[in-house]
């Protein structure tokens, strides 16, 4: 059975950092890339980055650009979302996605909040 766990969510004071985690199970982890995701009250969720199957290419939103750096160990079948100089706007439930199937996987996700 294919699982996808996040963990690592906080609360956190806005210009702090974070680092989630997303670990995989129930699928070969090493053969697929993993992207994170969030979703903010009241908004649709969107892509935050991905990773490739071997770690050695990332790409970002916009937004994520210089802030966050999304990394994996595929020994630890683990992938990773460090979060620095968080802002209120940051605020939301971050969900990893694998692209496993016909119709992919998601997390249960985790709360990340920023406020003073």
């Known amino acids: 059975q294919v699982q996808l766990v996040e963990s690592g969510g906080d609360s956190v004071q806005p210009g702090g950092s974070l680092k989630l985690s997303c670990a995989g199970s129930?699928?070969?982890?090493?053969?697929?890339?993993i992207s994170w995701h969030r979703q903010a009250p009241g908004k649709e969720r969107e892509a935050v980055g991905t990773?490739?199957?071997?770690?050695?290419?990332?790409n970002y939103e916009e937004f994520a650009k210089g802030r966050f750096a999304i990394s994996r160990d595929n020994a630890k079948k683990t992938v990773y979302l460090q979060m620095t100089n968080l802002k209120p706007e940051d605020t939301a439930v971050y969900y990893c996605?694998?692209?496993?199937?016909?119709?992919?996987?998601w997390g249960q996700g985790t709360q990340v909040t920023v406020s003073p």
């Open positions: 990773i490739t199957a071997s770690g050695a290419r990332t």
């Open positions: 129930g699928f070969t982890f090493s053969n697929y890339a």
């Open positions: 996605y694998a692209p496993v199937g016909i119709r992919g996987y």
